[in-house]
């Protein structure tokens, strides 16, 4: 059976390599600058001037904490909250030691990531979050800073800071909903000392493994406080989707004034190998069901090490397979529209990490299989640069226009993982993805990147990545009805739990991926299943209108 994408747990975070620049005293990146850098002096254009893609116009400050063994981590957090707040307009990130006096004024609300403990935080930024009357998120530690320094905050706020809660935490309820949090996480969750609950707003409470429960954010006035940081041990149904939605109300509605909840199916790892019946089978059941669709299709199929041929390597690509491509054809008169998963889904002759064959490996980032049989990402691959990545973008175009389908203008990574090189030439091309993206320390600032320590995020909601592409997300998996690499079996009904937790996000997403060699069964447990709990299903480029 082929070995397919897996959905691969991670540390959600975000980034790119970005020169800093200073504005008001504040070393920071800003998303509006006129070009970003990476260390190999390799610049992406930033969309500078664009809209957001939530319709927003909030301009946010994040601020974050460098200190301490586990400095990197402010750097991680804080790229993860840019990618967020992207969608409600743009961002400045910045280390919080660099803050000035009056920084804030420039913005329409400021994030707080306090990641490292006792962090010094300046006097000015203390005080400017005391006086100001714009939306404030402070996030976990060393909000009793803020609580000492400013002798009127418990009666003007009804809290103050409190002790950190070592319990097994494994629930948070918001807004009704059960969601999810890893108990790996030991970090605790801060328990606020409430002194005038009139004034506190409990947004959502932190389940305790006896059945009790504490604040685990609060809002009061202008002033929202979480009690830990929402992006570690991240899975489909995490607390991660309270903060996300949580910034609705800190950033803006951006031009929706309702709930809205839209839909995404997306046939995976289509390729000159596909069977055509399986391919008009699902195009034929989507279009009954009044679902359009997203096809990845990777135009070029190799098999180095002739694993499915007896020995013998193959090597061809959609123009020598006509009834594929009428297939293509069939699935686009059908409501599909086809994405560029990049050009062979795999990388050289080598193993990468399974067998060197298409849609099995990654193409853009080497990775092996450990002994404890996890894939373990290792870097770039070998000759990795802008020019190679648009070399392969620009076969991959060429193909699909001699295979006679038009050449995709939106861009999926085989496997979700490339360099940032490679993110950021494929948003000089093509400027939109349809993924989640990977994301690597030193991005904020401009720094060394740090690929030992990559991390992915995955989005409720569209966003302008810091690699300057919008995003089309995927946020709730695949169907994998076998177990594999440590990857638990995911059936329809584990999506379905997924995306039922995403309602709390509004104008959030459900949007899934499916293999067609699975055929259509799964497929219709699914689609009915989603649009029971009352999400409507959209093509994925409707997502870029807002």
Do not use: C
Not at 20 to 38: F, K, P, S
Not at 239 to 246: C, G, I, N
Not at 346 to 352: I, T
């Amino acid at each position: 059976m082929r070995i397919r994408k897996f959905s691969r747990r991670a540390l959600v975070a975000a980034g790119a390599a970005l020169t800093a620049t200073a504005v008001l005293g504040v070393g920071v990146v800003n998303a509006d600058a006129a070009e970003r850098t990476t260390t190999a002096a390799t610049t992406i254009a930033t969309k500078s001037g664009k809209a957001a893609p939530g319709g927003g116009t909030a301009k946010t400050l994040v601020l974050y904490d460098t200190t301490g063994p586990y400095g990197w981590m402010g750097e991680v957090y804080a790229t993860q909250t840019a990618n967020l707040t992207s969608h409600f307009g743009s961002w400045t990130a910045a280390p919080v030691a660099n803050y000035k006096a009056k920084d804030l004024d420039l913005y329409t609300a400021v994030v707080y990531l306090g990641s490292t403990y006792d962090e010094a935080l300046p006097a000015a930024f203390l005080d400017d979050v005391a006086a100001t009357k714009k939306p404030v998120t402070w996030v976990f530690d060393n909000i009793w800073q803020l609580t000492s320094r400013d002798a009127s905050f418990a009666a003007n706020h009804g809290f103050t800071s409190g002790l950190f809660d070592d319990a097994a935490v494994a629930e948070v309820t918001y807004k009704g909903a059960a969601l999810t949090r890893d108990t790996t996480d030991k970090s605790g969750i801060m328990n606020l000392s409430i002194s005038d609950a009139s004034k506190v707003k409990t947004l959502a409470s932190a389940v305790r493994p006896d059945g009790t429960s504490f604040p685990w954010a609060v809002q009061s006035g202008n002033f929202t406080y979480v009690g830990e940081i929402p992006f570690a041990y991240v899975t489909h149904d995490d607390r991660y989707l309270a903060f996300a939605d949580m910034l609705f109300d800190s950033l803006g509605d951006t031009g929706v004034s309702r709930e809205r909840h839209r839909a995404l199916a997306r046939i995976e790892d289509v390729g000159p190998d596909a069977d055509p019946a399986e391919l008009r089978a699902i195009a034929d059941y989507l279009y009954a069901e009044k679902v359009p669709f997203s096809v990845a299709v990777y135009p070029r199929f190799r098999d180095p090490k002739g694993v499915q041929n007896n020995g013998k390597p193959q090597d061809y690509s959609l123009v020598q397979k006509p009834k594929v491509v009428a297939a293509l054809k069939y699935m686009q008169q059908r409501g599909g529209t086809l994405l560029m998963h990049g050009y062979t889904h795999q990388f050289g002759n080598v193993a990468n990490p399974y067998d060197g064959m298409s849609a099995n490996d990654f193409e853009f980032y080497a990775a092996h299989v450990d002994a404890g049989d996890s894939v373990i990402y290792d870097g770039p691959v070998a000759g990795d640069s802008a020019a190679w990545a648009a070399s392969r973008i620009a076969a991959s175009g060429l193909t699909f226009a001699l295979a006679g389908l038009g050449v995709p203008s939106t861009f999926e990574f085989p496997h979700y993982a490339g360099s940032a090189v490679d993110y950021q030439t494929v948003n000089s091309i093509l400027g939109k993805r349809y993924d989640r993206g990977l994301y690597f320390p030193g991005v904020l600032t401009g720094g060394k990147l740090d690929y030992a320590r990559q991390f992915g995020q995955f989005f409720p909601y569209t966003v302008r990545d810091v690699y300057g592409s919008v995003v089309i997300p995927e946020n709730i998996g695949n169907v994998e009805p076998e177990p594999f690499n440590n990857h638990p079996a995911r059936l329809p009904a584990d999506l379905l739990a997924s995306a039922k937790r995403n309602l709390v996000v509004r104008d959030g997403v459900a949007s899934f991926f499916y293999h067609p060699y699975l055929g259509t069964d799964y497929l219709k447990q699914l689609v009915p299943g989603i649009k029971a709990q009352g999400y409507s299903f959209v093509a994925g480029d409707s997502m870029l209108a807002n």
